[in-house]
């Protein structure tokens, strides 16, 4: 019998991601670039629907980079202080604004390693931002595709992100990455869960290494 190479079995999941999730993107609510920086940063550790929840209001009272930028810390940590981290996070808040309206004219950059250089935007964010803004082909690995690539044993078990993003970058083709990288996110955020993965009903459970 022939042995299934790592290329074959993403393949695979990608069909089979394409029939049941066709057409996923950013489930975080932005509309200026700026907003979708902050999203980002805030949604560590932190579901969507959360960070949806308190940015409507964040930047329904701040409408502007100026006024975030100026915002008072213990205001910003009053809107934001439902989800976790929150003390850490509405300084980057105040910080991004500050950055991007001293240090880029206002605009997000588009390198990653300028990108990098805003608070709380390291390489799995800078990814996230890049492909939805610029649409530039990214694959950042978040806790759910971590989890996911060593179920289909696709990476070592103590593969780091990092190392993750970098193998699965090998295995698939970049006009695919975008996509997939939303895809494998729903598919772990509502089926290939932490805890309770939906194992009865998958049509990879013989790719996969839990059952
Ligand atoms: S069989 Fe279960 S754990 Fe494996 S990929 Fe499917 S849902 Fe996830």
Redesign the pocket.
């Known amino acids: 019998m022939m042995t299934m190479t790592k290329k074959n079995k993403v393949n695979e999941i990608i069909a089979y991601l394409d029939e049941i999730f066709p057409d996923v993107g950013c489930e975080l609510n932005y509309q200026k670039d700026y907003e979708l920086v902050i999203a980002v940063m805030l949604s560590a550790q932190t579901t969507d629907i959360s960070v949806n929840h308190v940015t409507a209001k964040l930047f329904k009272e701040y409408p502007t980079l100026e006024a975030l930028a100026n915002a008072k810390l213990e205001d910003v940590e009053d809107i934001i202080h439902s989800i976790g981290l929150y003390k850490n996070k509405a300084k980057n808040v105040i910080g991004i604004a500050q950055a991007v309206l001293t240090d880029f004219h206002g605009q997000i950059p588009m390198d990653k390693d300028e990108l990098q250089k805003l608070p709380g935007v390291g390489n799995k964010t800078a990814g996230v931002i890049r492909a939805e803004i610029f649409k530039i082909p990214d694959l950042p690995v978040d806790t759910h595709i971590l989890r ?1 690539a060593k ?2 044993q696709l990476v070592n078990q103590n593969a780091d992100p990092y190392e993750t993003e970098m193998a699965l970058k090998k295995m698939v083709d970049e006009s695919h990455w975008i996509k997939l990288h939303h895809q494998l996110i729903h ?1 772990g955020r509502y ?2 869960t932490a805890r309770k ?3 009865a009903s ?1 049509k ?2 013989h ?5």
């Open positions: 996911i179920r289909f598919f089926l290939c993965p939906a194992c998958c990879l459970a790719l996969c290494n839990v059952i």
